[in-house]
């Protein structure tokens, strides 16, 4: 399916082009496409390697044409509705990203040479013409399904060139082993967690310690606030006691995987909440972290001496949640148990690149990437699927994906040449020599 949304590093252009010479190139309804719209996204394209193609520019101005025309369509359907706090929640997204990017927010008006509230302006229309463009996109090809007889169809409909081709896929569990946090330190967290409480309560602003104390440093940067998420998208614990909490109620001190929070209730809608936090993660001493060392280590021999198998060895010692699902790691990209190699963490990739199916690593160690957590860990290749072109009978699901996006953009596309008759298009006759100009204009 054609991607008709700007991509992300798209806004590093926008934003860094101070000057260009614009003309109009085309008008759809109430929205205008400009030369500078084009150039933006053309050079965007070459600065991430992508080499040219003689249709590249034609390609694009297609992509922009099909944009404007949703997001004009967008503005004048009354059942589409854009929220300002979320466009607001995204800017601050955005400028948190350039921020983790470059240091600081001074690095980031240095960079772009502007003010944040320059940058914000400019990023404000970006991000409404976004959410208009997803909105109305997501309303015409959200009933769109697709049975496995179509899905069986599509794929006999495919020469061989057009089968695509399934990458590598790896599956693993691991063994994990963390470093003991003493009482002490635990008490002490949760002290200095609660003393954040009391000042809260007495009158210090949530936001203002979030920015300052937070280990949750995306966060941290918007004041600690998350944006609005349902049920499922945080972690249990958390999620538990955010959704028990009122508007401006702080909860106890609530342990999760990523360390202590406290959390406060913004706004909820329903199933959805907004609410800000603010993260301590442990800092492990030496000592434990040696004897975390000595344990995998350890259990590393034993399984090299099969004085114990991996599977009993997992139940038995690992400290990871996902013991519970036979150690089995899980990718967060689409909740199944197999990776490319290009989704792996830099760290598991290197570790088992070289390894075949039924092979223990040695032990590594893991760290987050502020330090602030660490755990040793072994991991053991469960499988690997070799690169193949896909077939019907083991890559249904990926075939079923590609079949499904093939039909939503079928049924765009005939949305667009049923609503062209009735919205103005002028088109500038600089793009006649493009193929898409003939089906603009129609």
Known sequence: MKIILLNFFLFISILSNAQSID???????SEIL??????NQYNQILSQGIIETEDMRCQIVDELLLQNFLIHHAKIDSTIEIVSDDIDAEINNRISYFENQLGSLEKVEAYFTRSIESMEDELRIIVKDQFYTQKKQSKIISDVKITPNEVKDFYRTLNSEEIP?????????????EPELSEDK???IKEKLNGFRKRIYNGEDFKVLATLYSDDVVSANNGGELGFMQRGDLVPEFERAAFKLKKDEISEVVESKFGYHIIQMIERRGEQINVRHILIKPKFSSLSLQNAREKINSIKSDLDSSLISFKDALQKYSDDESKNNGGLIINPKNGTTFFTFEELDPSIRYIVERMNIGDVSDPSLSKSQDGTQAAYRLVKLNNKIEEHKANIVDDFDLLKEYALSNKKQSVLEKWVSDNLANTYINISNDLSECACYKKWIK
């Open 23 to 29: 003309k109009i190139q085309a008008i759809i309804g």
């Open 165 to 177: 081709i399934v990458p590598t896929k790896l599956q693993m569990s691991q063994i994990v082993i």
């Open 186 to 188: 635990k008490n002490s």
């Open 34 to 39: 400009l030369i500078s719209d084009i150039e």
